[in-house]
Nanobody, 124 residues
Framework: QVQLVESGGGLVQAGGSLRLSCAAS????????MGWFRQAPGKEREFVAA????????YYVDSVKGRFTISRDNAKNTVYLQMSSLKPEDTAVYYC?????????????????WGQGTQVTVSS
């Protein structure tokens, strides 16, 4: 059973930075396309960023381009989301996700496994 555990969330002032981590276990990490999603109160969950299995390519939602960076360390079975220039509208629960289906493209929002989420709150 694949497990994903997020960490690194918290309270930060607008303009600040946070780095989220997601540790994976129970599967071969290099087989997973990894992604980050977020869900703000009263809103649907939205895609944030994704990274290919070897970390060579990334994909972002327009609203975070230039501010967020997704990366992975396959030796540590961990994916990261470095968030900078944070805005109050980035406030949400952030979820890590993993997908093994090799036929899905990087921009696909279909994922097999999900973490429990970590809260990010950006104050103005």
């Amino acid at each position: 059973q694949v497990q994903l555990v997020e960490s690194g969330g918290g309270l930060v002032q607008a303009g600040g930075s946070l780095r989220l981590s997601c540790a994976a276990s129970g599967g071969t990490f290099t087989m997973f396309r990894m992604g980050w999603f977020r869900q703000a109160p009263g809103k649907e969950r939205e895609f944030v960023a994704a990274v290919t299995r070897n970390g060579g390519s990334t994909y972002y939602v327009d609203s975070v381009k230039g501010r967020f960076t997704i990366s992975r360390d396959n030796a540590k079975n961990t994916v990261y989301l470095q968030m900078s220039s944070l805005k109050p509208e980035d406030t949400a629960v952030y979820y890590c996700a993993a997908d093994r289906n090799p036929l899905r493209v990087l921009s696909s929002t279909a994922y097999e496994y999900w973490g429990q989420g970590t809260q990010v709150t950006v104050s103005s």
